[in-house]
């Protein structure tokens, strides 16, 4: 039987090598998942049948919206079931602002365990007239994430267009990433940030590690197309955008988002599936 030994040149070539091997892998592994907001109809009619056919688009996580809530244990512990099965995680669900006080939280927290998440995101605010409205906003994410902690779980903030317009001068975007722990996840949803005038790819950069999720929904001012345009079809620089991710971010999944387009619900999904492998590999 012959021993084969790498010699000292070769064992520091491999060693050189290896953080660039771990790079690339952990970049092609980022998972892209669909909110499922972008198939809502489908989903209220017959939710097991649609994230069956989610999965089998290729979607490897979902991100479950408010109608989650109103689920019974059962019903909540079916799904899960249905996604170990499949092989899909769900790492967050989109949460009501009103889901975020002392008495919701403890349901909302119970219900995520079940399913898996790891992120509780408040999908709007309503804040206060001014900037302090914002810093109460923030105050109530740090007293979420303070909550959530102690079960493994970790709160989120998801922006549509008001958190990128200037409030007195600055970004309400500004005050909450200033004012939040960073544990709070800053989900971006790229769409409502450009419409907004704002550049996804400055913001990422200027905020290392805090867009740990990014809804991939395009936008475009052509015409009044707005979010009608399939992923891919819009104003976002998405290469730049994933680079930007990967590289400061602290990217953790993908989520593509469509709130409609010219084709039904599921032909939507499946298409912007489809260009999103064709942008960024996985």
């Known amino acids: 039987m012959s021993t084969h030994f790498l010699s000292r040149r070769s064992f520091l070539a491999l060693s050189a090598m290896l953080p660039w091997s771990l790079r ?17 109809n489908a989903l209220k009619d017959d939710p097991i049948g649609t ?36 092989g899909v995680r769900c790492f967050s669900t989109h949460n009501s602002s009103s889901y975020f006080t002392a008495e919701n939280l403890k349901r909302a927290r119970d219900m995520n365990l079940i399913l898996g998440s790891k992120y509780v995101v408040m999908s709007s605010s309503q804040p206060k007239p001014g900037l302090d409205g914002w810093k109460e906003v923030a105050d109530t994410l ?61 913001w990422i950069r200027a905020n290392p590690g805090r867009t740990r999720s990014i809804h991939c929904k395009d936008w475009s001012a052509e015409g009044g197309k707005g979010y009608t345009v399939l992923f891919g079809e819009g104003a976002a620089d998405w290469k730049n955008i994933f680079a930007a991710a990967e590289s400061v971010g602290g990217i953790e999944y993908y989520l593509v988002e469509q709130e409609g387009s010219r084709f039904s619900e599921f032909d939507t999904a499946k298409r912007c599936l489809q260009t999103f492998r064709g942008l960024r590999p996985v």
């Open 142 to 202: 740090n007293s979420a994430a303070d909550q959530l902690e102690p079960a493994g779980l970790k709160a989120g903030y998801h922006n549509h267009e008001l958190e990128f317009t200037p409030v007195e001068g600055k970004r309400p975007i500004e005050i909450l990433t200033k004012n939040t722990k960073s544990s709070v996840m800053l989900q971006l949803d790229v769409g409502t940030c450009l419409e907004a005038g704002s550049d996804p790819v400055a």
């Open 51 to 86: 994230v069956r056919a989610v999965a089998q688009m290729g979607y490897q996580c979902v991100e479950f919206y408010a109608p989650y809530f109103d689920w019974t244990e059962p019903q909540t512990k079916e799904m899960k079931k249905l996604l170990d099965d499949l």
């Open 24 to 40: 690339t892998f952990a970049a092609t592994s980022i998972p892209v998942g669909l909110e499922l907001y972008s198939v809502r």
